[in-house]
Nanobody, 116 residues
Framework: QVQLVESGGGLVQAGGSLRLSCVAS????????MGWYRQAPGKQRELVAT???????NYANSVKGRFTISRENGKNTVYLQMNSLKPEDTAVYYC??????????WGQGTQVTVSS
């Protein structure tokens, strides 16, 4: 019922910046929380940042102070501004959405590679 499309990934040098975008479509009125998650090779998918319907945010300690999640209400879009990138940030980044009466929706993922 909710479709998500991520974009903005790419290759960047350590210390650089990147901004990811996630566009939601479908039954967007049912979304309570949206977030960014990442999965590196050989590791579990982990939470990066979330933003709730009321605007409250939550960040993983590893990205706190460097990443910022935000929402553009008029376009059903969530962003992840990534600054001071480190090689350990390299992963596939997924947009996720929680909605009533539905399992979590996921985007297709976008690759972020940080070179040293």
């Amino acid at each position: 019922q909710v479709q998500l499309v991520e974009s903005g990934g790419g290759l960047v040098q350590a210390g650089g910046s990147l901004r990811l975008s996630c566009v939601a479509s479908g039954l967007v009125s049912s979304i309570s929380t949206m977030g960014w998650y990442r999965q590196a090779p050989g590791k579990q998918r982990e939470l990066v940042a979330t933003i709730a319907r009321g605007g409250s945010t939550n960040y993983a300690n590893s990205v706190k102070g460097r990443f910022t999640i935000s929402r553009e209400n008029g376009k059903n879009t969530v962003y992840l501004q990534m600054n001071s990138l480190k090689p350990e940030d390299t992963a596939v980044y997924y947009c996720g959405a929680d909605a009533a009466w539905s399992p979590r929706s996921w985007g297709q993922g976008t690759q972020v590679t940080v070179s040293s």
